[in-house]
């Protein structure tokens, strides 16, 4: 997937050019148009700045000029820490951090999902939060003078259903 | 003053001394926290995948707290954001709310817009104010040096916030340290993110982040580290040790939760504090503390 998404050529059979507009319908992609790809993100990204084949700039450059398919098999879409650093600085109101969450959004509903996301997806629906907790950690939450936690939470794990998500994610793992 | 008290997934899991210590804080302060079984995560994790997923459980969760007619105080900074984004979205959207009360009418659930979300560390710092916060200081921390960490979801995307402070250059974390009597370090990459969130996602680029500013802070001399975020905490306390086995390199740097570090202000033994559940222990710490006040 890496070695796709940074290969250097571009064949104009595989530019979207909907894309864009596609993103900025979107709720956080409207400015996305207004790059003018001036790199204030990449700059003060802290992911960047550990690992380069992360580059916000280089993400938004791709998605403006349609490059849809490569940007949303991409890994790469999923290493935005969302520190919101870029989000604060672009000059242009591109709310970057948002732009990559309705790339992932994107990249669900066409069959790729990162497997950590599978798994929290999973958990919440199943047990409405994170961290599955149970009668035993409510023993231990007592001793230190702690309310007990719910163990459950149907509602929250209806949403789940009402949304159709969890079904959508169950689909895109079988496609890995 | 009340609120419903929001603990999320991490907190009570993960991070039960952050909780037991806010609610001590709390008390001592005369903040009265409801607690409400029903709420369930806040929807972060699940807004990579799906907004409108988030957008629910969110709006789930902030209708169970406007049916005791409370605001809710959460403690994690994720939690934050999420909670006032959506009830920002909400408030702001007439139409929106509307298509989000369609689904919720599925579980019997109405989101109204009547009430506020705000970080605990926020409410200390606004409403309870420096000025209380000082004068109810028992023991003051004089002398130990702390380095504060805001985290990113506390103060960004700062629209939602208001500006309550500076996302460039933040101090109300700052000033809540110092109103203890302690000392406030600064460092380099004070604004730098945990990693928390791609800790699954990469988890050599995730330490790699942690690290950076532990090698900061380290330099300057700060006794602990504090915090108000229980993913940072995940990130500098319970993964201290691997990042020093991982990059062959030495901390022992204690990580505290603000409301440690001002319960211990406070007079709270750290016990009652649940320092003992610290992954490096703040032994030299509470031996100053100690000391001190075998002295006075």
Same mark, same amino acid.
């Given at each position: 997937?890496?070695g ?7 064949s ?5 050019? %909907? ?21 204030? !993100? ?47 600085? !672009?000059p %242009?109101? &591109? ?5 990559? /969450? ?5 990249? &669900? ?11 929290q &997806? ?7 939060r ?18 007990? &936690? ?9 949403i789940? /259903? ?5 079904k ?9 | 003053?009340?609120?419903? @008290? ?19 804080v ?5 903040i ?10 806040? =929807?972060?994790?699940?807004?990579s ?34 909670l ?5 979205? @909400?408030?702001?959207?007439?139409? *929106? ?12 659930? +109405? ?5 506020e ?14 000025e ?6 028992k023991?003051?921390?004089? =002398? ?17 916030? =208001?500006?309550?402070d ?28 945990c =990693? ?30 504090? *915090? ?43 016990? +009652? ?24």
């Amino acid at each position: 997937m890496l070695g796709k998404s940074t290969e250097a050529h571009i064949s104009f059979g595989e530019l979207d050019p %909907q894309f864009k507009y596609e993103i900025s319908k979107l709720p956080g992609g409207e400015n996305i148009k207004y790059c003018f790809a001036c790199g204030t !993100c990449s700059a003060g990204c802290p992911v960047r700045e550990i690992d380069e084949k992360y580059n916000p700039r280089r993400i938004i450059r791709m998605a403006l000029l349609g490059i849809k398919d490569r940007v949303l098999s991409s890994d790469l879409i999923w290493l935005c820490s969302t520190c919101y650093t870029c989000h604060e600085r !672009c000059p %242009q109101g &591109v709310k970057i951090t948002e732009v990559m /969450n309705v790339l992932k959004n994107m990249a &669900v509903r066409e069959g790729y999902i990162h497997p950590s996301f599978t798994r929290q &997806v999973e958990l919440i629906a199943a047990h409405g939060r994170l961290y599955e907790m149970d009668e035993f950690d409510n023993k231990k939450r007592e001793r230190m003078g702690l309310p007990p &936690v719910a163990t459950k939470c149907p509602e929250a794990s209806e949403i789940f /259903n009402i949304t159709g998500i969890l079904k959508l994610v169950s689909k895109s793992k079988s496609k890995e | 003053m009340k609120y419903a @008290l929001f603990l999320g997934c991490t907190v009570p899991a993960r991070a039960r001394n952050y909780e037991l210590s806010t609610r001590r804080v709390a008390q001592a302060l005369g903040i009265e926290f409801t607690d409400i079984m029903d709420f369930s995560c806040c =929807g972060f994790p699940v807004k990579s995948v799906d907004v409108k997923t988030t957008m629910l459980l969110a709006a789930r969760n902030l209708s169970l707290a406007e049916e005791k007619n409370l605001n809710i105080c959460t403690i994690c900074s994720a939690c934050t954001s999420i909670l006032t984004e959506v009830n920002k979205e @909400l408030k702001e959207n007439g139409e *929106l709310k509307e298509k989000v009360n369609e689904k919720l009418a599925k579980i019997k659930r +109405e989101y109204g817009g009547d009430i506020e979300v705000k970080h605990f560390a926020r409410i200390l710092y606004e409403d309870i104010g420096i000025e209380q916060i000082k004068s109810s200081v028992k023991k003051s921390l004089e =002398g130990i040096k702390f380095a504060p960490h805001y985290g990113c979801h506390y103060l960004k995307p700062s629209e939602i916030y =208001g500006n309550f402070d500076d996302p460039e250059d933040p101090t109300s974390l700052d000033e809540l340290i110092r109103a203890t009597g302690a000392e406030v370090i600064d460092y380099g990459d004070k604004k730098l993110c945990c =990693g928390g969130a791609i800790l699954g996602v990469d988890e050599d680029i995730s330490l790699t982040m942690a690290k950076k500013k532990l090698d900061r802070i380290s330099t300057r001399g700060a006794d602990a580290i504090s *915090l108000i975020c229980p993913f940072c905490s995940i990130m500098y306390d319970d993964n201290q040790r691997k990042i020093e086995s991982q990059f062959e390199t030495s901390y022992n740097l204690p990580v505290l939760h603000y409301p440690q570090v001002l319960g211990l202000a406070l007079g709270f033994e750290p016990k +009652e504090l649940g320092l003992q559940m610290n992954r490096v222990k703040a032994t030299e710490i509470i031996n100053k503390l100690q000391k001190g006040k075998t002295e006075s």
